[in-house]
């Protein structure tokens, strides 16, 4: 019998042994970018050191499948762009805004052949433009055509990614191009292209953090996902007080020329935002805008894409950075 007990005691101790080693393994962040820039601005200003828990990073070239990914519960976290998060939540998917940023709206622009005849907008009626379906080339394209008075019919769009919009730019095969950085700074520094207008007044110049509600419902993802936000803000104050610094690490990690990424942070100047009643209105204003063109095919009241649950912390971050900026001068 007492054989027995020890062996029974012996059993339980080692499947305690074995849970408590469970239990000490960190949680992982799978985490995706649209190029790298804000990993990239994490990597660089130190953030991802001395981490409780393991990110994951795969880059996109985009926005959507980003959300896609995120759909689908292959990430847990995704940076992108406004306009795309609308199709997803709109089609019902199981994400929430938990965290935000600003950048420069002139950085999303309207560009055509150095060239090209065309000066302004209104040059480009019964032309062809390339830009990417329900993203922000597509927003601004309407929004811009709508300033000037003219509609979507006075033009043809080409829906295509920013590789293949950049290509058909160069050959010829459309007229016009909307890129977004980093795209707007090779278009303009290697391929000579001008910008004729771009997205002041129409875009909002914010980006999300989402994640997916089964991450946020996990306590030990939900706060990681808060620190990694934390951390992004800092992050992107250091990228502003250390331009040349951040437009190293995005050359050395997306391998384009130094020229480009100077260009990108100097344009971009992305700035850290908490999730707020303004930031929600943003993203309001534009599902109204892309419902009233027939892009959206319902009206959406956006309150509920938004978990502002971690925005405490951010705006802490933020406010803390300000301070030392300021007794820094």
């Given amino acids: ?28 962040i799978r985490l995706g970018d649209v190029k790298g820039d804000r990993y990239a601005a994490l990597r660089a200003s130190g953030e991802l050191q001395k981490l409780d828990y393991k990110v994951e990073l795969t880059p996109f070239a985009a926005g959507a499948p980003v959300l896609e990914a995120l759909n689908a519960n292959a990430l847990d976290v995704g940076f992108t762009g406004d306009i795309p998060f609308l199709f997803v939540h709109a089609a019902g998917a199981q994400l929430k805004a938990v965290g935000a940023w600003r950048y420069n709206t002139e950085t999303v622009a309207l560009v055509v052949p ?50 293949d919009g950049r290509a058909a730019l160069v050959r010829g095969s459309v007229d016009a191009w909307v890129p977004w950085e980093p795209y707007t700074s090779n278009a303009i520094l290697l391929d000579d292209a001008r910008v004729i207008a771009d997205g002041r007044g129409i875009m909002s110049g914010y980006s999300y953090a989402l994640a997916s509600d089964k991450a946020l419902a996990d306590a030990d993802k939900k706060a990681a996902i808060g620190d990694l936000l934390v951390r992004l803000a800092r992050a992107q104050q250091w990228a502003l007080a250390h331009p040349q610094q951040m437009a190293d690490a995005l050359s050395e990690d997306m391998n384009i020329p130094q020229a480009v990424s100077r260009r990108w942070v100097e344009q971009a100047r992305i700035q850290p935002a908490a999730l707020d009643d303004e930031v929600a209105a943003s993203l309001q204003k534009a599902a109204d805008f892309f419902h009233r063109h027939g892009v959206l095919p319902k009206q959406l009241d956006v309150q509920q894409a938004f978990d502002f649950s971690l925005a405490g912390d951010v705006r802490k971050a933020i406010e803390e950075g300000q301070r030392q900026a300021q007794a820094a001068q």
Avoid at 134 to 159: M, Q, T
């Fill in 1 to 28: 019998m007492s054989r027995i007990r020890f062996s029974v005691t012996t059993l339980l101790a080692a499947l305690s042994f074995s849970s408590l080693l469970q239990a000490a393994e960190p949680v992982t």
């Fill in 114 to 163: 150095k060239d090209s005849p065309a000066q302004q907008v209104s040059d480009l009626k019964g032309k062809r433009i390339a830009v990417n379906r329900g993203g922000w080339g597509h927003f601004l394209a309407l929004g811009l055509l709508e300033r000037n008075g003219l509609s979507d019919k006075d033009v043809s769009f080409s829906f295509l990614g920013p590789v």
